[in-house]
């Protein structure tokens, strides 16, 4: 096996994945499940302003996960989880609270908010479920 086989830029390894959600995608997702468990409705202005977007870029996002069969959402209206996008959300919001926890743990604070969305979205299921035992074992050694 040569080095060209092995390596790739960030990029390229984005290119060789299939996922069919994008990292901003995820972002709105996550954010849409956060809105609904808290308030119980999501619309648009809601996303736009927990994420410091335009709501016209909001409403785009929104249409884009609507196509992909993640959202219901009418114009002007409430933004509802299919049940592919509840599956889908839930585990990324799993995912952001076990990196989170991890990175608070690891660096001995409170909110490492910043770093984890700017690495949750490069983390596999395994490694997720790696950092959660490691968390775990970490928290019971601290004891």
Not at 73 to 86: A, D, F, N, R, V
Not at 92 to 110: A, D, G, M
Not at 126 to 140: D, G, M
């Amino acid at each position: 096996m040569s080095l060209s086989d092995e390596f790739y830029t960030l990029k390229g390894y984005q290119m060789n994945e299939a996922a069919e959600l994008t990292s901003a995608m995820e972002d709105y997702l996550e954010m849409i499940n956060r809105i609904l468990e808290q308030k119980g409705i999501a619309r648009v202005n809601d996303l736009s302003k927990m994420l410091n977007v335009k709501p016209s870029s909001a409403t785009k996002m929104v249409q884009q996960l609507k196509e992909f069969g993640y959202v219901n959402s009418e114009k002007y209206g409430q933004i509802t989880l299919t049940e592919q996008g509840k599956t889908a959300g839930a585990y990324l919001l799993y995912r952001h609270e076990i990196i989170h926890r991890f990175l608070c743990l690891l660096n001995h604070s409170k909110n490492e908010l910043e770093q984890v969305e700017k690495i949750e979205h490069f983390l596999d299921r395994r490694t997720v479920e790696n950092l959660k035992r490691l968390t775990l074992k970490l928290q019971n050694k601290s004891r």
